[in-house]
């Protein structure tokens, strides 16, 4: 079993940057691959971006691809997302997840999940 814990959420006026963390627990980390998922209020739960196991390979959704970046540290069993040139459509509480497969955008791939973190931007 994984645990996950989010951090580094919170209020940033638009054009601003956040970074956020995932922390995991469990020693095979390394052999999951993340993702980050956006829940905005009313509205169902969306991919933002997932990274393969070793980092090689990274997969951004559209909508904020060349604003957000995922990468991870294996080292420290956390895996980032640099958000940037935020827009008030980013408010969301953001989830990262874990899935054995590939890091592809659909939420049903995903086994474990932290209990996210708010991202609120201002206009």
């Known amino acids: 079993q994984v645990q996950l814990v989010e951090s580094g959420g919170g209020l940033v006026q638009a054009g601003g940057s956040l970074r956020l963390s995932c922390a995991a627990s469990?020693?095979?980390?390394?052999?999951?691959?993340m993702g980050w998922f956006y829940q905005a209020p009313g509205k169902e739960r969306e991919f933002v971006a997932g990274?393969?196991?070793?980092?090689?390979?990274?997969n951004v959704a559209n909508s904020v691809k060349g604003r957000f970046t995922i990468s991870r540290d294996n080292a420290k069993n956390t895996v980032y997302l640099q958000m940037n040139n935020l827009k008030p459509e980013d408010t969301a509480v953001y989830y990262c997840?874990?899935?054995?497969?590939?890091?592809?955008?659909?939420?049903?791939?995903?086994?474990?999940w932290g209990q996210g973190t708010q991202v609120t931007v201002s206009s």
């Open positions: 997840a874990v899935t054995s497969g590939l890091p592809l955008p659909r939420v049903g791939l995903y086994t474990y």
């Open positions: 990274i393969s196991w070793n980092g090689d390979s990274t």
């Open positions: 469990g020693r095979t980390f390394n052999t999951y691959s």
